[in-house]
């Protein structure tokens, strides 16, 4: 059987900018020294705190942190010159901008679970974050990000190995929230 599956290249997060309010996102980071996002082991512990939460409410195991999955998504984020795109690389991935902390991104993309259609489960571009943040094959993840300057704004991709979003296997890899 041949499994196809889904890059979600067209989905991503942004915060909205030009004054538009988004409560999810409380106000963006002001600095790139804030320490929610600047100290490495308090952006790893908000990661996998958020991510094994939304995890655990859909019945799947908690991911650990893969060093090498975090290095991907620098490299990624620092050579991409701020473009607001997946990098279209071997693994799952998550993108966010201008989040106010780490665990805001993570909610953003757990939050699309209140329009997955648990009925008829499948690849959404409105959905695809959530997808794959709870897929129940995925055992590891691994994020970056990158202070954009000029735009004062954080950039965030999270990379997931092994990957989700793969054609015919939504319904047993994404459980209905269970608490």
């Given at each position: 059987m041949k499994l196809s599956i889904l890059y979600p290249a067209a989905?991503?997060?942004r915060v909205a900018l030009a004054g538009e309010a988004n409560t999810d996102t409380a106000s963006a980071a002001e600095s790139p020294d804030d320490p929610k996002w600047a100290n490495e082991s308090t952006f790893e512990s908000a990661i996998l705190d958020s991510t094994n939460?939304?995890?655990g409410e859909h019945s799947a195991k908690a991911v650990a942190w893969n060093t090498t999955l975090a290095e991907f998504a620098t490299r990624y984020l620092n050579g991409n010159n701020c473009a607001f795109q997946h990098s279209n690389g071997p693994y799952g991935e998550n993108i966010a901008y201008g989040y106010a902390t780490?665990?805001?991104s993570v909610k953003a993309w757990g939050d699309e679970r209140d329009q997955y259609n648990f009925n008829n489960p499948g690849f959404s571009p409105a959905t695809g974050h959530f997808t794959q943040l709870v897929w129940k094959a995925?055992?590891?993840?691994g994020c970056?990000?990158?202070w954009c300057g000029s735009r004062m704004r954080w950039f965030i991709a999270c990379e997931y190995w092994p990957y989700g979003n793969i054609y015919g296997q939504f319904q047993q890899n994404v459980g209905r929230q269970t608490r």
């Open positions: 989905v991503f997060l939460r939304y995890r780490p665990t805001a995925t055992t590891d993840v970056g990000r990158r």
